[in-house]
């Protein structure tokens, strides 16, 4: 007679997310019923893409048996979203809770203050505009080149590699939006290009080696010493493509240079000031905020 490893475990819904910060957070969930055999393994998954899964790094291990836990999700990078679920592993296979989704807030420490405007130090990473209305991820080269409605991506659509350094890629529909509340997290905004004048009128001289990193470039010679940690995430082109990433580092303004192009700035690794340029609005760029 074969033996029966019973049914997936059953679980209620995944604990609402709480003590949120820009690098961790708290969840949890509660193992109803065990199908018949022993839960070996709980614990919650989280990723900056939808479903996690098991399969990730990025869980808790949080005891076994029925009954309710509490994980501590660590980690985690500012303003980024996260979609976390519950899980629950017995001899049958592993069962998921319900998803829920959290952004972090700013890290107030990772910004800098430059003559009088205050910057953050790092690309944006959020998958949502500030009502939480989600932002499509578009991965298709030509669906992408055809946009005209707010979408981002990754460089090279790889996650795992560029996102923790050099966040999101978004295109200029995304830096306009005004109907969800715009893309900054709230208390900041994408500046405009006036406000990107009065930045490299303050730095003056070498402005761009001023602003680089001081690592991550196809030639090193970033100082950093504005403190602004330009990296060079490269692009996505209008026509969809990932392109110069170690060679370039682009941020969108929030200002239209004509009907179908916007102003952007410019770090290149050969270069030692910053370039004021415009780049079709359905291209993907970097985007860094600055407090209102």
Known sequence: MIGLQGSLPTLAPTSTITAISAESATSGGNILADGGATVCFRGVCWSTSSNPTIALSTKTVDGTGRGSFTSSITGLTEITTYYVRSYATNAAGTAYGNEVVFTTPLDLTLQVTIGEQVWTTQNLNVSTYRDGTPIPKVE?????????????????????????????????????????????????HIPKDAEWITLETTLGANAGTQMKSTSGWLINDGTNSSGFSGFPGGQRDINGTSVFVENLGLWWSSSESDDTNAWVRALRYDYSNDLRGYNGKNGGLSVRCIKD
């Open 140 to 188: 298709d080269a030509a669906t992408w080149a055809s946009l005209t409605y707010g979408a981002y991506c990754y460089y090279n659509n790889d996650s795992a590699t560029y996102a923790a350094v050099y966040g999101k890629l978004y295109n200029w529909y995304a830096v306009a939006d005004v109907v969800h509340g715009g893309l900054a997290p709230a208390g900041y």
